[in-house]
Each structure stands twice: as C-alpha cells, then as structure tokens.
C-alpha cells in the first residue's frame, strides 16, 4: 500500500469528545449544564468564575501556587503554613478555595489570562459551545461538516489524512429504516 500524512491535534480531540454535546446544542440551541472542575490530588488545578466567565488554573506545584496568589494580589496565602505544600493545600482545600473564588471573581477571564500567562501560569479560558465552533481555530481545522439530510452540522472525525478530513457518510437511520439491511432478527437462546 501507500503510506500518507495522518494529522491531528488535542483540539481537534477534544473536539471529537465533545461531539455529543455540540450535537445536543446544534439541535435544540441550549447549552449543556455545566460541571464543575477540580483535582483531588493537586491544589490548585480547577476553573474559577471570573467576572465575565470561567478559566481554568493549573498552578498545581508550590512555584506555580506562589505566582498563582502573588498575582491574585495576596502573595502572604504562598507563605502560610496552612497552603505551603499540595499535600498543605489539600488538607486545607476548603478554606484556601473560597479565598481564590473571592479573588477570581474581581477581574475579567481576558483580564486573567493575560495575567497569568505573563506569570508563566497555565491557563485557559472556558468557551460554551457556540464559543468553541464559532473560535477561529475550530474554523480553521474544517472540523465542522454537513450532515447529509440535514439542516445540522456535526463534529468530524479528529484526523484527516493527506489533509483532507473525511466527511460525514450519513445521520441516523430513520427508525426502523435499517430493519430490512440487518436481515432476519437475530435468535435467542430459550430462558431456562
């Protein structure tokens, strides 16, 4: 055979788990309920309201907590004994979380990460789903297709091969539309 360019990318797979969701949306326009974020084993990785939105943090390491409060504005939460270390931040999560939450929400998602990213912090803000489709990166993949029969798009396959993605075939059968293709019904085994 003929080998070929197969490309993808994390946002073309995230893309791809989040294909359920952008259907559910591209078909009734509402946005899925939202679940909230968090790691049990490392403080802090989480998303924070903003002002105008949520983005999620990853200052997961002591370093990365000293910036992480040092830009929030309160750098003496760095040197508390209570958030020194994670395993200090874990033990101490539910008071140290409603200090960062209060801190978070006095600036915009933009405004944060621009902050933050200067500080050398991951993180990122976080887009509903129109967001994520209409976002230029998600135009540019083409990730976004027809689907055949419909009014709707769906989301691609998360690769494409010599720089084409394959399109969507088909949607769902009609019910009861495939029944005659399967054949005969599949036999059961007798209940004992």
Known sequence: GEGCVVDTSLLETGLGWMGQHIAGFNAT???PPRDRTGNPKLMV????????GEIVVAAANDRLFAKFVAVLGHPELGADPRFRTNADRIAHRTILIPLLEEAMRRRSSAEWSALLEEAGIPCSPI??????KAHPQTEALGIMLPMPGYALEAVGLPVSF???RPPVRSGAPALGEA???LGAPVPRKPAK
């Not at 990785?45 to 105008?52: E, K, L, M, W």
């Not at 887009?127 to 994520?132: C, E, R, S």
């Open 127 to 132: 887009h509903d789903i129109a967001a994520v």
């Open 29 to 31: 326009g509402r946005q």
């Open 162 to 164: 010599d720089g084409t």
């Open 45 to 52: 990785f989480q998303a924070f309201d903003t002002a105008d």
């Open 179 to 181: 029944n005659a293709a």
